[in-house]
């Protein structure tokens, strides 16, 4: 498997776990107040999954550049 075929089934797996995150993040706020303490766990988790899939498109972008 190449480098660049890496980077996409890494994408496409932190594309789906970003999805479930935000999807979390909107039952809870749907749920609310209940579990109110939740929201910046649930928040940052939402946050990292999403930045974590911004960094690879990024090295993608790059790596296809090459």
């Known amino acids: 498997m190449s480098s660049i075929d890496q980077i996409k089934a890494e ?3 932190l ?4 999805m479930n995150m935000k ?3 909107h039952d809870l706020s ?7 303490t939740n ?8 946050h990292d999954a999403y930045a974590a899939l ?12 090459v």
């Open 30 to 36: 749907e749920e609310l107040p209940v579990n109110w």
């Open 54 to 65: 911004e960094a690879a498109r990024k090295k993608l972008k790059e790596t296809e550049a």
């Open 23 to 25: 999807m979390n993040l």
């Open 11 to 13: 994408i496409k797996k």
């Open 15 to 18: 594309s789906a776990k970003a």
């Open 39 to 46: 929201i910046m766990t649930v928040a940052q988790e939402t």
